[in-house]
């Protein structure tokens, strides 16, 4: 079983159902909607798709809706796309156009007032560069610096400029209650820059109803300077490295993304590391080396999830590019010795939860258990044990369904839906069969459980018990 988990972005190439039934056998674990792209109608179909397969195959599986944010998109183009060459005039235009070889319509008319010229502009993740030479007539004329392929619909990143838009337009508050409406498990926000950001989502999640978890975006420099208050008010972040590579310098993305899993080791928040991880397998059945080096790198690190883009939405190879993730995932987590990580967050343990899920790791770590086995009735247990990447695989029984597929993008656990147990015996003797059907140990190896007590009192975890397979 590896325990970093897979993000993968659904689209044109992985809206098929038999897609999806095999990229949840090939190692999804959350299936995330880009709502940049698509409608509401087409998100809605694939969601389901995602529910009837996840159901089908008996497996958990989180969603994950992907907010726009105060992001620059551009419009469409007359053949979809154009090949722009360096030194030739290109034109961002807020006149509504069909976008060719000269220009393209980007309607954002309050650009106009933080624009100006010898100002960078970027596209594509950064592989395109523009220089603004003048504004006028209510458009943005810039110099092609870095040519290449510009495709409909691709966003415009502005090096230090926090644009003068909504963290929350109307796009995106419709986005946020067809994720409150859908239940799905996470909300992913773009661009998030100050904690004021965060706090305006969950007051919108709030507003219809919804229980999502947030997954802070970072990808501007304002937010990495504002990260520790940024973490303090998220469930976890994004190490977004696309824009990100636009906003600080490309050699100091390595160490901006050691920090923040570092960071969200020691505040207990997930962390997902994303953009072009295996982007060359959008046209290639193989990866680079650098990109099984990178994929590999995070996992060292100990990043709960690695996360595909372009590659699982639009690649030609979607299904044995999550295989090949997989590979290297389990390749690499078999070369670390998770036990010697359980001592590093324990001064961060400030609270209960936190110190009996310390407590249970260590536990096991001194006796070799197998498998920590906690009954949750929201997650929080799993979510704190797995904080401290205990060597032992840990197993969160739920009857909540909805904690059930939340739990997928938690590093190293494994979640089964069950009856709840009201009695403490049932409770212990459930996790040792449970574990023997599933082959996690074998018969006089033991595990640890852990539950609140007493059980009759819905109490939140405060006791660890051992026991041994039968």
């Not at 670390?336 to 990580?341: K, L, P, S, V």
């Not at 009735?377 to 840990?394: D, L």
Request: charged fraction near 25%; charge should be positive.
């Amino acid at each position: 079983m590896k325990r970093t988990k897979i993000v993968c972005t659904l689209g044109p190439s992985t809206d098929e159902y038999e897609k999806i039934i095999r990229l949840l056998k090939a190692g999804m674990n959350v299936a995330r909607l880009n709502m940049s792209h698509g409608t509401l109608d087409s998100h809605q179909a694939t969601l389901n798709l995602v529910k009837k397969a996840r159901k089908e195959l008996g497996v958990p599986c989180a969603i994950m809706v992907d907010t726009c944010g105060p992001e620059l998109r551009i419009g469409s183009f007359e053949n979809g796309k154009a090949t722009l060459k360096r030194d030739q005039t290109f034109i961002f235009s807020t006149t509504n156009l069909k976008g060719n070889d000269e220009r393209v319509y980007c309607g954002y008319p309050k650009l106009l007032e933080v624009i100006s010229p010898r100002q960078k502009l970027f596209a594509n993740n950064g592989l395109l560069e523009f220089a603004v030479v003048k504004i006028e007539n209510g458009e943005i004329i810039c110099k092609v610096k870095t040519g290449g392929e510009f495709s409909d619909h691709k966003s415009i990143s502005i090096p230090h400029v926090r644009l003068p838009l909504p963290f929350i337009s109307e796009k995106d508050e419709k986005n946020i209650e067809f994720a409150a409406k859908n239940a799905v498990e996470y909300i992913s926000a773009s661009f998030v820059s100050t904690v004021n950001d965060v706090k305006e989502l969950k007051d919108c999640i709030k507003k219809y109803h919804g229980k999502q978890e947030i997954i802070s975006k970072i990808e501007s420099a304002q937010g990495i300077q504002n990260l520790d208050k940024i973490f303090d008010e998220c469930d976890g972040v994004m190490v977004a490295r696309g824009d990100m590579g636009t906003e600080i310098h490309l050699e100091d993305i390595p160490s901006v993304q050691k920090n923040m899993i570092l960071k969200s080791l020691q505040k207990g928040k997930k962390v997902i590391v994303a953009t072009e991880m295996l982007e060359s397998m959008i046209y290639k059945i193989r990866p680079t080396r650098a990109e099984t080096t990178d994929v590999s790198q995070a996992i060292f690190d100990k990043t709960d999830a690695t996360m595909l883009s372009g590659e699982t939405a639009s690649g030609l190879y979607p299904v044995e590019v999550v295989q090949t993730m997989a590979r290297i995932i389990n390749a690499t987590e078999k070369k670390i010795d998770y036990n010697e990580a359980i001592e590093g967050n324990v001064e961060n343990s400030k609270n209960k939860l936190e110190a009996i899920s310390f407590s249970a790791c260590a536990t096991a770590k001194a006796v070799g258990a197998k498998a920590i086995v906690c009954f949750t009735e929201n997650g929080k247990t799993a979510k704190a044990i797995s904080r401290f990447r205990p060597q032992a695989v840990i197993l969160a029984l739920t009857h909540d369904e909805f904690v059930y597929n939340s739990l997928s993008l938690s590093w190293g656990v494994l979640p089964l839906l069950v009856k709840k147990q009201e009695e403490l015996q049932d409770m212990i003797s459930y996790a040792k069969r449970t574990v023997k059907r599933l082959k996690l140990a074998k018969v006089k190896e033991k595990i640890v459980v852990t539950f609140g007590f007493p059980t009759d009192e819905n109490c939140t975890t405060n006791a660890v018990n051992i026991s041994e397979i039968l």
